[in-house]
């Protein structure tokens, strides 16, 4: 993402943003609700377009100056929204059988691509279920399972944990941590606590007011004197990141 900036009317929600992943990185993108993180998603995705700068996927141009050149399908990225976005309609394995289906993997892959991504997610016994009769942890396991089934180039992850409970964010903590290791996967991680910040970026940008105002390792950032890294670093929360691997 080079320079890139997206205005709503006169709203500006991302300002000159320059922010590049590297193959295997988790790169959180932490800050405050309301400063532009979710915006920067959809650029990202290509569900809309930058007012000015570029948007690259694998160094090739997929946005520019207020045009999409490489729809959302074709620019091989996963997401897990808030809030998941799960279809009501559809089998744990129905769920994976329909993204595989529809990024044209073939037909002999797909059954055994299911097999291992609802093994890592431990969903295989629960594959028959639908959304409603999973627990709230169940889901969460199911959107990520979707994302990652088709071995994304990146998956960006919005705000996955927010609505849960603090012991089952510890555990998808842990098991976005070992799929992410296993599966050597890029992803962008959104996120307003930083101590899920701590515990899975490889690298951590600061956003506030649409600007990223910081970007290196939690023990870089300590040297800094902007107000809002002091601000996220200094609380309670932040003491995560110096006990964090």
Same mark, same amino acid.
């Given at each position: 993402m080079d320079q890139a900036s997206l205005k709503y009317g006169t709203r500006?929600?991302? @300002?000159?943003?320059?922010?590049?992943?590297?193959?295997?990185?988790?790169?959180?993108?932490?800050g405050p609700s309301g400063c532009g993180k979710s915006s920067l998603v959809r650029l990202a995705l290509g569900l809309t377009p930058p007012s @000015?700068?570029?948007?690259?996927?694998?160094?090739?141009?997929? *946005?520019?100056? #207020?045009?999409?050149?490489?729809?959302?399908?074709?620019? #091989?990225?996963?997401?897990?929204?808030?809030d998941l976005g799960l279809w009501p309609h559809l089998s744990v394995e129905a769920h994976l059988?329909?993204?595989?289906?529809?990024?044209?993997?073939?037909? *002999?892959?797909?059954?055994g691509a299911i097999e291992r991504t609802l093994a890592a997610v431990e969903l295989l016994d629960r594959r028959r279920c639908y959304p409603a009769e999973l627990s709230g942890g169940e889901r969460q396991r199911l959107?990520?399972?979707?994302?990652?089934?088709?071995?994304?180039?990146l998956v960006l992850l919005d705000e996955p944990l927010s609505n849960l409970d603090l012991v089952l964010r510890r555990e998808l903590i842990e098991l976005f941590r070992r799929l992410f290791a296993e599966l050597q996967a890029s992803v962008l991680y959104i996120t307003?606590?930083?101590?899920?910040?701590?515990?899975?970026?490889?690298?951590?940008?600061?956003?506030?007011? #649409?600007?990223?105002?910081?970007? #290196?390792?939690? *023990?870089?950032?300590? @040297?800094?004197?902007?107000p809002i890294v002091r601000e996220l670093l200094d609380s309670p929360a932040g003491d995560v990141a110096s006990t964090a691997p």
């Open positions: 500006t929600a991302v @300002s000159d943003v320059s922010l590049t992943i590297e193959t295997g990185e988790v790169l959180c993108l932490l @000015s700068g570029r948007v690259f996927v694998d160094e090739r141009e997929a *946005s520019a100056n #207020g045009r999409i050149i490489v729809p959302p399908e074709q620019r #091989g990225l996963s997401v897990v929204f808030q059988r329909f993204v595989l289906a529809s990024r044209r993997i073939a037909r *002999s892959e797909r059954e959107a990520i399972a979707r994302a990652l089934v088709v071995r994304p180039r307003h606590d930083i101590r899920e910040a701590a515990l899975l970026g490889d690298r951590v940008a600061v956003m506030e007011h #649409g600007r990223l105002v910081a970007t #290196g390792m939690l *023990s870089e950032l300590r @040297s800094l004197e902007s």
